[in-house]
């Protein structure tokens, strides 16, 4: 195989992204099916998308290999492996990728024309691996990520097989993903693709009692993710046939670093534009809620639905919100979410529905169905896995914690720049607002900012493409204010016809005043 093309194998968390990768220019694309995939966590495709990914792919010249690299047990092997690749297979599938040696013997007798990639996880590090694998059926073999070029090339030239090797993408800290720590550290099997990224998370390095690493340091599991665009020649010149780009589980992360209620974040996770979320208040407060939802869902719906909507009650209320202490707490959470309920227009600042006496048009519950709030609530929980909740300061968010998230979409709603100390709790002075400026100027992910229309944040941002509308904020008094959108690039603006097509009713125009 000293002559051969170079195949560009992209991977697919979901039939929309197979499809996107296949129209990027992929050569072929590796998936996971609904079963024995080492992400679980993926999209994945069922047994309908995986059949019509085929003929999608087929139809265009292109191969689908299926991950079946976990761990299987006893009773999967015996009555549930082989009817799960049958199907697949009739469909014309191209190759399985296989990590165990028992599921690989079993699918080779079963389907014996069917091509078989020894996975990564076989750990294949040398050439006599590779030959026993070739010896038994193999067609491929997916190198370990830790093997030098040299040693790539020493398979090539020894052994008659296929060499496919990481080019792009994440790295394990343990060797080719031989990795226990997800299941010591989080019940959670990454051999059985639950892994729960435990060497993702921040650690404390410690000596003799001493903490010896700083904030600089304090991720000493997660090594950087590997970029080879520097070397692919000499990655091809060492014998590799196929290029593999790692990443089933980047999907689209919808970023807000100023959340408050997360409309917008939750409407897209729920719709399907986005995989997860992530969201990020500096108030205390603000964060507690979410968290509560996520992590003490039990415990906050029990506070909904037991605690009486009262003025006595709003006033306690009141009282718990007023003297938060800087810790999280359900207590705050609850306060600060039964206040935005109570309080007029949601705002926390204000009193209650119905005036203190509680003698208005409106009482003090009229915003308060406690079966609407609940089932909300727990259809939010049902998705905790893919939302992240953080209470950073905006900079600290951007500089720390922004790095962990992959194929982002950064949207920012800053504090307005006339008004903002009369309207927020953190209200951001010039320096802050530059701040924020300056770390947009050098990111790499596709971000959108909103402000009010002044003309010093028209400078602030001056050179990116800015679009200005106008928003009624009272329909009584007719009052309308104008505000700027701010994109990373002039590319991502939408045209009338789309905006039409999706009933965006906005009239973006390209100077600040009508």
Request: hydrophobic share 35%.
């Amino acid at each position: 195989m000293k002559n051969h093309n170079v195949e560009v194998l992209a991977p697919a968390g979901s039939y929309d992204i197979m499809k996107a990768v296949i129209n990027a220019g992929a050569d072929a694309v590796y998936l996971g099916g609904d079963m024995f995939g080492a992400r679980a966590y993926a999209g994945n495709l069922n047994k309908e998308e995986m059949i019509r990914a085929l003929d999608y792919a087929h139809l265009r010249d292109k191969k689908i290999y299926l991950t079946v690299n976990t761990l299987l047990k006893e009773n999967e092997c015996t009555h549930e492996l082989v009817d799960y690749i049958a199907p697949f297979y009739e469909a014309g599938l191209d190759a399985c990728i296989v990590q165990d040696m028992g599921v690989f013997k079993i699918l080779h007798s079963a389907f014996p024309d069917m091509h078989m990639h020894a996975s990564t996880q076989m750990t294949i590090t040398g050439e006599k691996g590779a030959s026993i694998l070739k010896e038994m059926g193999a067609m491929r073999i997916v190198t370990a990520r830790e093997l030098t070029l040299d040693e790539i090339r020493q398979i090539h030239e020894k052994c008659d097989i296929e060499i496919e090797s990481f080019v792009h993408g994440a790295l394990c800290y343990c060797y080719s993903g031989q990795c226990l720590l997800s299941s010591m550290n989080g019940t959670r099997s990454g051999n059985r693709g639950r892994c729960a990224q435990a060497c993702r998370l921040d650690y404390s390095v410690v000596n003799n009692d001493k903490v010896i690493n700083d904030s600089k340091s304090s991720y000493p599991l997660s090594p950087k993710d590997m970029c080879a665009l520097d070397i692919l020649p000499d990655i091809i010149d060492a014998g590799v046939y196929s290029m593999k780009i790692e990443g089933r589980m980047k999907n689209v992360t919808y970023v807000e670093p100023f959340a408050g209620g997360a409309g917008v974040s939750l409407e897209l996770l729920f719709s399907g534009e986005v995989d997860h979320i992530v969201i990020n208040d500096y108030d205390k407060a603000i964060y507690s809620i979410w968290r509560a939802i996520i992590e003490n869902t039990n415990q906050f719906v029990d506070l909904i639905e037991n605690t009486e909507v009262s003025i006595d009650e709003w006033y306690r209320q009141k009282n718990i919100y007023t003297n938060q202490s800087n810790r999280y707490s359900v207590e705050l959470a609850f306060a600060t979410f039964f206040l935005n309920r109570t309080n007029r227009s949601g705002i926390l600042a204000a009193g209650p529905i119905g005036g203190y006496e509680q003698n208005g048009n409106y009482l003090i519950d009229a915003r308060y169905n406690k079966e609407e709030l609940i089932n909300r609530i727990l259809r939010i929980a049902k998705r905790k896995d893919d939302i992240s909740v953080y209470n950073k300061d905006v900079r600290s968010f951007m500089k720390n914690y922004l790095h962990r998230y992959s194929n982002v979409f950064l949207y920012l709603d800053p504090p307005y720049y006339k008004k903002g100390q009369e309207l927020y709790k953190n209200f951001f002075v010039d320096k802050d607002h530059k701040e924020i400026a300056d770390l947009l100027e050098n990111e790499k992910s596709i971000w959108m900012v909103t402000y009010d229309a002044e003309p010093e944040i028209a400078k602030l941002y001056e050179r990116f493409s800015k679009r200005y509308f106008d928003l009624s904020y009272s329909v009584a008094k007719k009052k309308k204010a104008s505000e700027v959108m701010i994109l990373c690039t002039g590319d991502l603006w939408p045209n009338k016809q789309e905006m039409q097509k999706k009933k965006i009713k906005l009239n973006l125009r390209e100077e600040m005043h009508a």
